[in-house]
Every structure is written in C-alpha cells, then in structure tokens.
C-alpha cells in the first residue's frame, strides 16, 4: 500500500523560525487503526517511522508545499 499526499506546513511566525514542522497520523484504509511502523518519506529527506499510535512529525521543513509518500508492507 502507498499513500501520497500534499500538505501544508504550519504557518510560520514571520519573526519567528525559517522551518516549519509537518505531522500526522497515519491510519488502515480498511480498518481506521493506526499504522505503526509505517515508512513515510518527503523527497530529499530521510525516511521515518510511525510511532505505535500511527504518528510521524518531519522537523526543520523549508516554507512551501511538501509532498509525503507512505508505505507499508
């Protein structure tokens, strides 16, 4: 299975931080539990894990659309 979707990143304080930090909670299609261990990846970044309650966040995001693509085996 593999999911791909945009997100926007939480807007940032104009004199605040030049990164933003995107989150989320990936769930079965099927049964609306939590995925845990998920691999979800954003190009040009390493690929991370979901936790046992499905969540992930991706830290120091540059301004700007981000696509994320999830996979599990």
Known sequence: MVVERVVEKEKLVSAGPTTGRVTGLITDAATKKPLEEAV??????????TEADGRYALEGVEPGPVKVVVSKA
């Open 40 to 49: 979800v990846q954003s190009p040009g970044r390493n690929r991370l894990l």
